[in-house]
Structure formats: structure tokens, C-alpha cells
């Protein structure tokens, strides 16, 4: 095994949890002949950190109305204003804050009905 380099760590996984992540891996693998087990591991973490930074986030914003090409929510941190996310070719942009990748779109993203849309869109 090699030593780690400076900017590098090792890890190590044991028991059960190595069990259930080489199982996640092999089915990933499936999908991404090339990915390593380190370059998995890591991107999952970044995935499960993010998550929990926009369900931190959440907690302030509320689902208004759900059209067809747009999602308006509502953010207690910003006086009560209506957020509005648009679609528009299966990606999300806030037009209030004009980003693609705020808390906002985080959110949107995340709502069963926005999914269910996007996947019907997808197979037409
Ligand atoms: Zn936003």
C-alpha cells in the first residue's frame, strides 16, 4: 500500500460499513467501469455532506406553487419574499438570485413532484 502524500489522507473501513459500501460500489461500478473504491468513497462523503448542508437550509424555505416551468418557494431568511426557480430544458435556474446552483434549486431539485416532471419529460 502507498504512503500518503502531502494533500492526501488514508482511511481506514472495517466491518459493517465496509460491507455496505463495497455493495454500493459494485453496483456503481456497474454504471462507471473506471471509478476506483477511493474515488467512490470520496464522492459519496461530498454527496452526504451537501445533503445535509441544503436539509440545514431547508428548514427556512417552503414550497408555494408548482407549475409547469416553474417552482415557487419561500424563504424566511429573505423577509418572507417568494423564491421563484424556473425550468427550462430540465435545468433549474433561480431568477431571484440568478444562480443555477443556490439552496433554492437545491431544494426544488429535491421535490418528488419536480422529479416525477423531469422523468416524464425525459421519456416523451
Ligand atoms: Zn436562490
Same mark, same amino acid.
Given at each position: 500500500?502507498?504512503?500518503?502524500?502531502?494533500?492526501?489522507?488514508?482511511?481506514?473501513?472495517?466491518? &459493517?460499513?465496509l460491507?455496505?459500501?463495497? !455493495? &454500493?460500489? +459494485? =453496483?456503481? /461500478?456497474? /454504471? %462507471?467501469? &473506471?471509478?476506483?473504491?477511493?474515488?467512490?468513497i470520496?464522492?459519496? !462523503?461530498?454527496?452526504?455532506? *451537501? %445533503? +445535509? @448542508?441544503?436539509? @440545514?437550509?431547508? %428548514?427556512?424555505?417552503?414550497?408555494?406553487?408548482?407549475?409547469?416551468?416553474? =417552482?415557487?418557494?419561500?424563504?424566511? #431568511?429573505?423577509?418572507? %419574499?417568494? $423564491?421563484?426557480?424556473?425550468? +427550462? &430544458? +430540465? /435545468?433549474?435556474?433561480?431568477?431571484? *438570485?440568478? @444562480?443555477?446552483?443556490? $439552496?433554492?434549486?437545491?431544494? !426544488?431539485?429535491?421535490?418528488?413532484?419536480? #422529479? /416525477?416532471?423531469?422523468?416524464?419529460?425525459?421519456? $416523451?
Amino acid at each position: 500500500m502507498l504512503l500518503p502524500q502531502p494533500g492526501q489522507k488514508t482511511v481506514t473501513v472495517s466491518g &459493517n460499513a465496509l460491507t455496505q459500501l463495497e !455493495a &454500493n460500489y +459494485r =453496483v456503481e /461500478k456497474v /454504471k %462507471r467501469p &473506471n471509478l476506483s473504491f477511493a474515488t467512490f468513497i470520496s464522492e459519496s !462523503a461530498l454527496i452526504e455532506l *451537501e %445533503r +445535509r @448542508k441544503i436539509l @440545514k437550509e431547508a %428548514r427556512f424555505i417552503s414550497l408555494v406553487s408548482f407549475g409547469d416551468d416553474t =417552482v415557487i418557494l419561500k424563504d424566511v #431568511r429573505k423577509d418572507g %419574499r417568494l $423564491i421563484e426557480v424556473q425550468i +427550462r &430544458n +430540465r /435545468k433549474l435556474k433561480c431568477i431571484s *438570485e440568478d @444562480k443555477f446552483d443556490c $439552496i433554492h434549486v437545491g431544494f !426544488a431539485l429535491a421535490l418528488p413532484e419536480l #422529479r /416525477k416532471q423531469l422523468t416524464e419529460k425525459e421519456s $416523451i
